[in-house]
């Protein structure tokens, strides 16, 4: 099963893949899809779908999951905030992949023992799991926690096995 995690955000949207083998997990790839500040929104947002499609199509993930976003003081950011998300959701879905999605909380939980963990700790949890992987930032470092986040979650509820079978099936179609 391949894993892509997903840390939404309008201005650096993390990325960040996990192949998960039995009990075993590794890291793929991760980064981040930058959008330009002050342009217009629509256009943001394209840039954003077109990054996040690429790294669909080179990594070839098998499921994905989207972290929750929360809601500031800020509503015209959180706003924004919401629409950069539709496109974590969307590009997903265009592939054909299942898409989870996780509170913040949960997914520091499960990476680091802790829901209220602040990003260093989630940052050397995610190297500790991952084998010292330097992730590209702290917005890949978390969509590389969410990615761990859903790897357990799937091993642990019975979807592994459906996953890899759905894997297996796609690559005997191809």
Aim: aromatic share 2%; hydrophobic share 45%; net charge positive.
């Amino acid at each position: 099963m391949r894993v892509i995690g997903i840390d939404p955000g309008l201005r650096n949207l993390g990325w960040g893949i996990v192949d998960v083998a039995g009990t075993r997990v590794s890291h793929v790839a991760n980064g981040i899809c930058k959008s330009t500040t002050g342009g217009p929104l629509a256009q943001r947002l394209l840039s954003l779908h077109s990054q996040l499609e690429d790294v669909i199509r080179r990594h070839q993930p098998t499921t994905s999951a989207v972290e929750n976003t929360f809601v500031n003081k800020d509503g015209a950011g959180t706003l924004k905030l919401g629409q950069a998300r539709g496109i974590c959701l969307l590009v997903p879905a265009q592939f054909g992949l299942e898409v989870a999605e996780y509170a913040p909380n949960a997914v520091k939980k499960v990476v680091v023992g802790v829901g209220h963990a602040d990003k260093k700790q989630v940052l050397h949890m995610v190297k500790m799991q991952l084998g010292g992987v330097d992730p590209v930032g702290p917005d890949a470092a978390d969509a590389l926690a969410i990615a761990l986040c859903h790897a357990h979650h799937a091993q642990f509820s019975g979807r592994l096995d459906a996953a890899l079978a759905k894997a297996e099936t796609r690559k005997g179609a191809a």
